[in-house]
């Protein structure tokens, strides 16, 4: 199996984003961003003129989530806080705010099917679930000893899954407020000198929910973080490791998304070193054959995006966004233009479309 990308439209914002997401409905893209707004384009039309922000946090919004049904999106930013939004209308208004929903870094959102409840997870080590209507705390998940950065839902059984920094998934009972199963991933993490490094960054389930694939990096030391991206799959029913594979060389470090396309195969995205980025299409049921590596069998590998740092799939299971960096990215100031100002980072959001052929013998 092969694949062919085509980028439909490129969408250059003028200031860094963290994650962009397609509404449920498909007609709307929204990203966060270092400035503490939300940032929307439509998807219907010919043009996607930036619409009006939306405001109401106070530090980076890289956590989004969205009601299945209605025109809510839910965010959470670096300082703790989880917002909700109508993000239809022309000028949004907060629905509610809980400015200190965590204490410290929000670092992720996942909703409910029936899109009664989120969850959130953070700094603090908790997992949090919300009611969505009104923002109301309704339950504090306590069994991480570090910081939590990923959440995920299985989809038939609504069982609540958060991973953290140190490699350990846990399996949340929402009813009784307890753990029912962890998932070993320490794979993801290494303890360099004063520093942790790694942990489970994000998570997804098969689209038949059998396997929980987790990703990360297999990290090789800190400071600069240097390591390979790594996912690791386990079986939902038994918690055996059925899947382990490295993405890319030292310097690729992180699985930042993945998300499984429409066409069975897994799309992840990874960031490593400065201009250092990979979006992958995985074939999850590949063995590899003598001689071949995991990069050898992979249907599509793309190594020339700058530090991609999320992905969303359209309602529509064939498009997708890709979120990157702008080539030749530093922080130290020695990029200036002919007028010696510094040129900050951008975030280049490239919409793609796959096509699949078999391989030719």
């Known amino acids: 199996m092969a694949v062919t990308l085509e980028t439909i439209e490129t969408i250059t914002p003028t200031a860094q984003r963290l994650s962009a997401r397609f509404t449920p409905c498909g007609d709307y893209l929204i990203a966060g ?38 025109s809510k999106v839910f965010s959470g930013d670096s300082w703790g806080g989880l917002a909700c939004h109508d993000y239809r ?24 099917a029936d899109g009664s409840w ?17 923002g109301k705390l309704t339950q504090r998940l306590e069994g991480h ?60 389930f098969s689209p038949d929910g059998k396997t929980l694939y987790v990703g990360g990096t297999r990290p090789k030391g800190g400071g600069n973080v240097q390591g390979v991206p790594l996912i690791i799959g386990f079986d939902w029913n038994t918690g055996k490791e059925v899947f382990n594979r490295e993405f890319g060389a030292v310097g690729d470090v992180y699985v930042h998304e993945m998300q499984f396309h429409n066409n069975g195969l897994l799309m992840a995205v990874t960031s490593g070193n400065p201009g250092t980025g990979q979006l992958l299409f995985i074939d999850t049921n590949a063995v590899a054959g003598e001689g071949e590596t995991a990069e050898s069998e992979l249907p599509y590998r793309n190594n020339k995006l700058s530090n991609c740092h999320s992905i969303s799939l ?42 699949v052929s078999a391989d030719q013998e």
Request: charged fraction near 20%; hydrophobic fraction near 35%; charge should be positive.
């Open 89 to 112: 209308v022309d000028n949004p208004l907060t629905l509610w705010n809980r400015a200190s929903a965590h204490d410290g870094w929000l670092r992720a959102i996942a909703v409910g």
């Open 33 to 70: 961003g270092f400035e503490g707004l939300l940032h929307r384009w439509p998807m219907t039309g010919d043009l996607r003129t930036e619409l009006a922000v939306i405001k109401g946090h106070h530090g980076w919004v890289a956590a989004i989530g969205f009601h299945p049904t209605e």
């Open 145 to 204: 000893k570090t910081d939590v950065y990923s959440l995920a839902v299985h989809a038939e059984t609504q069982a609540l899954v958060s991973g953290d920094a140190h490699g350990e998934v846990i399996v949340w009972n929402r009813k009784k407020g307890t753990s029912t199963k962890r998932f070993d991933a320490s794979e993801l993490f290494l303890q360099h000198r004063l520093q942790d490094v790694g942990g489970v960054k994000c998570m997804v």
């Open 314 to 355: 359209h309602p529509d299971g064939d498009q997708f966004a890709v979120t990157t960096t702008s080539k030749g990215s530093n922080g130290n100031g020695r990029r200036l233009d002919k007028d010696g100002n510094y040129l900050g980072n951008h975030s280049p959001i490239y919409l793609m479309q796959p096509s």
């Open 118 to 134: 989120l969850a959130s997870c953070g700094k603090d080590h908790n997992v949090q679930c919300w009611k969505t209507k009104n």
